[in-house]
């Protein structure tokens, strides 16, 4: 088997700024990616962990809610955050200060979020429309970053729809303006999470670009990773909804991308260990009953096709303290074999798409938006 070489993600003046053994990321899941989470998969396996998506305004303004997300676990040794903004000034200033106060080593942008709150205010997926504004942002971020040596990368869609393709231009306009690698999620904002990912088009992205170019996109198992790498030649693998329950995803990862043929079964009892750490790291970060009250979305994604009563999964659903959840991890059936039915299976958001994507009126007009006032579109965009 074939063993993948490095990530690498370079600064204008900084070659291999970050190196990414392993060439895996973590992919930014608002309210899942954080610190705790981040290091429960760090522990399983090696690869770049992006903390959960943060505004730029909030930062630059000292939203509290906003400075307490950009907390970073022991074993992260590379900080990677993604920010989301749609002013060039607010979001190099606030490239700024994750460099220089929070000591962040790489830096991600989003414009690739797809729901309604964030582009009806012409943000996420639908603001590569706007070739000016996004290369105004790049630019002026990359600079901001590069005074730190830290690379800068962005994440996008195919585009808006099947009719307003934006790819290919937002790759351009980024390998232009010095951004160190692209991730594309092979969907439009008007799939959201439904259907297919178009891998075709991740292949297109390579061969249009000299940068690296990240995959994302229906990766469910570590053969689906494999797979992605050897049919597009990207650089690297994007996971999001496929660790959801699973972060044991990321050691099949590890060993497929370092040659080996390895997929974990986990029986029900180490994956209840695995929850049980999972809501010890929590706690470390938020406390025992807000990190378990936290924990309790995960539990339908990790004890999905296990035989697992129904009255107990809604026990577990409601869980608050130690002493509860350990009893309740206690009548599970540790023997109980991993359910194969589920390989292979999507996990998390899926649903259908959207009849059409909801963006400010006009904006499909033109393709410049260097004028346009988006003041407004950085509030109200947590957990997007």
Not at 23 to 47: D, H, K, S, W, Y
Not at 273 to 295: C, F, I, N, P, Y
Request: hydrophobic share 40%.
């Amino acid at each position: 088997m074939t063993v993948h070489p490095p990530l690498r993600l370079s600064a204008p003046s900084r070659p291999d700024a970050v190196v990414v053994d392993t060439p895996v990321v973590l992919a930014p899941m608002a309210g899942i990616t954080n610190p705790a989470f981040r290091q429960l998969c760090a522990e399983q396996g090696a690869g770049l962990y992006v903390c959960e998506m943060i505004t730029s305004r909030g930062l630059v303004e000292g939203d509290r809610k906003t400075k307490k997300m950009l907390g970073f676990a022991p074993n992260e040794k590379v900080r990677s955050v993604q920010l989301y903004g749609v002013d060039p000034t607010m979001v190099a200033r606030a490239t700024t200060i994750l460099c220089e106060q929070y000591g962040v080593n790489h830096v991600d942008l989003n414009f690739g979020c797809p729901v309604p709150k964030v582009t009806r205010k012409g943000g996420g997926g639908v603001l590569p429309w706007k070739r000016d504004r996004l290369r105004d942002i790049l630019v002026a971020t990359v600079r901001a970053a590069d005074a730190f040596g830290v690379p800068v990368t962005m994440k996008t869609r195919i585009g808006i729809d099947a009719d307003h393709i934006t790819y290919l231009d937002s790759g351009r306009i980024a390998e232009d303006a010095g951004v160190a690698g692209i991730c594309l999620h092979g969907r439009t904002v008007n799939q959201a999470y439904a259907g297919e990912a178009d891998w075709e088009a991740i292949a297109r992205l390579v061969e249009h670009v000299d940068i690296p170019v990240m995959g994302n996109g229906d990766i469910w198992e570590a053969s689906d990773g494999l797979r992605m790498m050897e049919q597009t030649g990207c650089a690297a693998v994007e996971v999001g909804r496929g660790c959801l329950g699973r972060p044991w995803l990321f050691r099949d990862l590890a060993a497929a991308f370092a040659g080996e043929q390895v997929r974990t079964l986990p029986t029900l009892g180490e994956v209840a260990a695995m929850v049980r750490r999972h809501g010890e790291l929590l706690a470390g970060v938020m406390g025992e009953q807000h990190g378990l009250t936290d924990l309790r979305k995960h539990m339908a994604w990790y004890f999905k096709g296990f035989p697992v009563g129904g009255e107990l999964r809604h026990q577990l659903g409601m869980v608050s303290d130690f002493e509860t959840f350990d009893a309740l991890l206690a009548q599970l059936d540790p023997q109980a074999p991993f359910p194969e039915a589920e390989l292979g299976r999507p996990r998390g958001r899926q649903g259908t798409p959207r009849e059409r994507v909801i963006m400010p009126e006009g904006w499909l007009a033109d393709t410049s938006g260097t004028d346009l006032d988006l003041s407004d579109a950085e509030s109200d965009v947590s957990g997007g």
